[in-house]
């Protein structure tokens, strides 16, 4: 079975009328201002699934900070999830700071959804007052044994839109601030993975620490996922595309010819993402 852990859809009125949220919504305006910034809808990314061998997508929205907008965005995950069962797994998504996250984080775990996410700190990276914010999701995602997603990216290289303020070490204390949780960092968790051949603390604190592929193809040299097995063990690596910025099988390919073993592939397109949403 192949399991995309990371993937973005969005209700029509949204994907049809994109530029009103821009001044309410720094953060979505960095990101999909420009035309070539796709915005899709479920059955889309179901048509995409079924091209690209995919079984199932773990589907979420955006980091909105604003709750008329991000109560209805989930709504509409909830609504997928429940119509296509056999296709979706949901996260809810929203900006950690608002002041009606922790509310919502209930609202939509009680609506049955798996987990949180993709968490972002646009604007401000993971400091110390983003951990605090998270701190009462985090500790209602670990007593409901549920992953939180977190959006990653490496501190150093070239720019591009949405890549944050963050540092190794801000990723590394929300790792040790939140022990218990299941995390799951995006985009590889902008290289922590490379700590994990520490031989003392690092190693410990990854326990619970997964990391998705998103991206991947834009960022790095296929063999990552050969170096990342090493390092933290396949176990840990989880397919994401982020569709609709590209498409499964450009992943697919990649590890194909990266010299994974079937068994690898196996593990790091479905199975890891099976077991780690049981």
Known sequence: MIIDFHTHIFPRDIRENREKLFPSEPAFKLLYQSAKSRLVGAVELMDVMDQNRVDKSVIFGFPWKNSAVFKPHNDYIIEMVQKYPDRFIGLGCFEPSG???????ERCIAAGIAG????????????????????????????????????????????????????????????KRFPANKIVLAHWGGGMFFFGLMKKEVK????????????????YDAQIYQ???????????????????LSPNRYLSEMAEAGL????????SGENARQLLT
């Open 261 to 268: 073993t079937q068994r690898q592939l196996a593990k790091i």
């Open 227 to 245: 170096i990342a097995a090493k390092i933290i063990g396949v176990d840990k690596i989880l397919f994401g595309s982020d569709y609709p910025l």
């Open 116 to 175: 949180i996410g993709e968490l972002a700190f646009y604007r401000t990276g993971i400091d110390e007052r983003a951990l605090d914010r998270l701190a009462p999701i985090m500790e209602m995602c670990a007593e409901r044994d549920l992953p939180v997603l977190i959006h990653t990216n490496e501190p150093v290289g070239h720019d591009y839109h949405g890549k944050t303020p963050i540092t190794l070490a801000q990723i590394y204390r929300l790792i």
């Open 99 to 105: 002041k009606n996250a922790v509310a919502e984080a």
């Open 204 to 219: 410990q604190s990854l326990k619970n620490v997964y990391f998705d592929t998103a991206a991947s193809p834009y960022l």
